[in-house]
């Protein structure tokens, strides 16, 4: 099926390091969703973005909602060792649409 | 209450066996969904479930039936399942799957192992 195309593919990162990743889609999406999955657990929702250009944070997690509506992008900022985890991009197009996932970051944080 | 509560946590079972996955939500969504996750992939749509009625199925073999009994609750039934359908299985819900914006919530999962 279709997916996304999200990068980096991992990460490996010292304590206090700011980390940037994207996802990027060759179809318009009218929600942006950000998730984090722990060993073992379900994803949990982070940030959920609505609006082209819209730009929304959640303590040190900042993301956007591309202009073009095809692509977003997830920030953590001063990383911490509790932000170890894969975190997944997924964009839906609503309307009865299911969504649509990034195959994941995976990232470690050294202390 | 914003949470999605799954049962069991972990199952074991053999390929002859029966066993149901549970699923509960008190936040008032009407759509539902079963995912299926391997280790380190995205989770793979299953089921969804839209105002109780069975609104997308991905071709799932028919091992696997869903069920939603009313609004809050879904199952999934399985029965004579092979060792390559061990995964973790995950439960959604969001609040209107024909929604032009469609945020899903999920639970904790199911660890399935069959031997």
């Known amino acids: 099926g279709q997916q996304l195309n999200q990068s980096p593919q991992s990460m490996f990162i010292q304590e206090g390091e700011d980390v940037s990743m994207n996802c990027t889609s060759s179809?318009?999406?009218?929600?942006w969703l950000w998730y984090k999955q722990e060993p073992g657990e379900g994803p949990v929702l982070l940030i959920a973005l609505y609006k082209a250009g819209e730009l929304t944070s959640n303590g040190r997690l900042t993301a956007q909602f591309g202009i073009t509506r095809k692509d977003s992008f997830l920030n953590i900022s001063a990383s911490i060792p509790s932000d170890v985890g894969i975190y997944f991009c997924a964009g839906n197009a609503g309307n009865n649409r299911k969504l649509i996932w990034g195959l994941g970051t995976s990232l470690a944080v050294n202390p | 209450d914003t949470e999605v509560t799954q049962t069991p946590k972990h199952l074991v079972m053999g390929m002859t066996n029966k066993k149901s996955l549970k699923c509960e939500q008190h936040?008032?969504?009407?759509?539902m969904y079963w995912y299926k996750q391997k280790a380190k992939k995205p989770p793979e749509l299953m089921f969804v479930y839209s105002y109780e009625k069975l609104s997308i199925n991905e071709s799932v073999p028919s091992r696997f039936s869903p069920e939603c009994p009313n609004s809050s609750l879904l199952n999934l039934h399985l029965h004579a399942l092979q060792p390559e359908d061990s995964a973790l299985y995950l439960c959604?819900?969001?609040?209107?799957?024909?929604?032009?914006?469609?945020?899903?919530?999920f639970g904790p999962g199911t660890r399935l192992t069959v031997l």
């Open positions: 179809s318009i999406f009218n929600t």
């Open positions: 959604a819900s969001s609040q209107d799957f024909r929604a032009l914006h469609n945020e899903q919530f």
């Open positions: 936040m008032g969504h009407r759509a």
